[in-house]
């Protein structure tokens, strides 16, 4: 299967991002931050899911990476089978990446959400993702058989406040209290 698209959008903001302390923040990355990150990578992978086992190819073997005016391209040729089942089957959900050693600027952002824009990182990966929904919204994923079958492009967006982000671990006994005071807090009203 080949594969191609955008890993991330730079200048976009990212779903809220839970910051570890109860609270979420929003991030984007800054355009050139990508071409530092690779300028400085000997090597970047790409996985499966984030899975260090699940290694589909790298920078030096079946992987372009790209960054343009509108964000980091990805573009990969593989023959895992898991990989092509799931491009089969549409379940390529987007991309995602690691970030190493980040360089931010902090600001308030809308609603008393924090705003964080990456300027400069490092990079191992990035990864083609099956079983979770990417933090940005703005990845996307063409996917094509060698045998010419034109798969359906599409493009990950996500919705505000989802409960899957907000924290609620069991979603058949969640409280709609703690969403209920989220949307409160920044100013809307239930």
């Not at 990989?83 to 902090?106: C, M």
């Not at 899957?164 to 920044?186: P, R």
Request: no cysteine; hydrophobic share 30%.
């Amino acid at each position: 299967v080949i594969i191609d698209g955008y890993v991330n959008v730079t200048g976009r903001n990212s779903r809220p991002i839970p910051d570890g302390k109860g609270g979420y923040f929003i991030e984007r990355i800054q355009s050139g931050t990508f071409r530092k990150a690779m300028k400085r990578a000997e090597e970047i992978k790409i996985l499966l899911n984030h899975k260090w086992d699940r290694i589909l190819g790298s920078t030096k073997t079946n992987l372009n990476l790209q960054e343009d005016k509108i964000g980091l391209r990805a573009h990969v040729e593989t023959e895992d089978p898991e990989v092509v089942q799931a491009a089969k089957e549409r379940r390529l959900r987007g991309w995602s990446f690691d970030i190493l050693h980040p360089v931010e600027v902090r600001a308030d952002g809308e609603n008393g959400i924090p705003t964080r824009t990456i300027t400069d990182m490092d990079m191992r990966e990035v990864s083609l993702i099956t079983n979770m929904r990417p933090w940005y919204e703005g990845t996307t994923v063409t996917a094509e058989t060698r045998a010419g079958e034109k798969e359906e492009t599409f493009e990950i967006r996500a919705e505000e406040f989802e409960p899957e982000y907000i924290g609620f671990e069991d979603k058949k006994n969640y409280d709609n209290s703690s969403l209920k005071k989220i949307i409160e807090k920044y100013g809307g009203n239930v």
